[in-house]
Nanobody, 119 residues
Framework: QVQLVESGGGLVQAGGSLRLSCTTS????????MAWFRQAPGREREFVAQ????????SYEDSVKGRFTISRDNVENFLFLEMNSLKPEDTAVYYC????????????WGQGTQVTVSS
């Protein structure tokens, strides 16, 4: 069973920055497609960003383009989400996810880390 653990969440003022990290037991890590999702109170979980095995391909939800950057370290087995110019509407629980195929649903999920952006 693949385990994922997120960290780096917290409280930040609007316009500020946070860097989320995700460590995983998935091995080899470079075989897994990785992503970040988020869920705000009263809303469905939504896609934020994803990155291919070799980090050559990334994609983002429209509202975070230009502000968030997803990256990965295939040596140290970490996934990151750099979040800049944060807005109150970015407030949510952020989840790390993994899948071992290039398509389809994500199979493995972390417990989430809370990000709160104050206005």
């Amino acid at each position: 069973q693949v385990q994922l653990v997120e960290s780096g969440g917290g409280l930040v003022q609007a316009g500020g920055s946070l860097r989320l990290s995700c460590t995983t037991s998935a091995r080899p890590f470079s075989n897994y497609f990785m992503a970040w999702f988020r869920q705000a109170p009263g809303r469905e979980r939504e896609f934020v960003a994803q990155i291919s095995w070799n980090a050559l391909t990334t994609s983002y939800e429209d509202s975070v383009k230009g502000r968030f950057t997803i990256s990965r370290d295939n040596v140290e087995n970490f996934l990151f989400l750099e979040m800049n110019s944060l807005k109150p509407e970015d407030t949510a629980v952020y989840y790390c996810a993994a899948r071992d195929s290039g398509y389809g649903p994500y199979d493995y999920w972390g417990q989430g880390t809370q990000v709160t952006v104050s206005s």
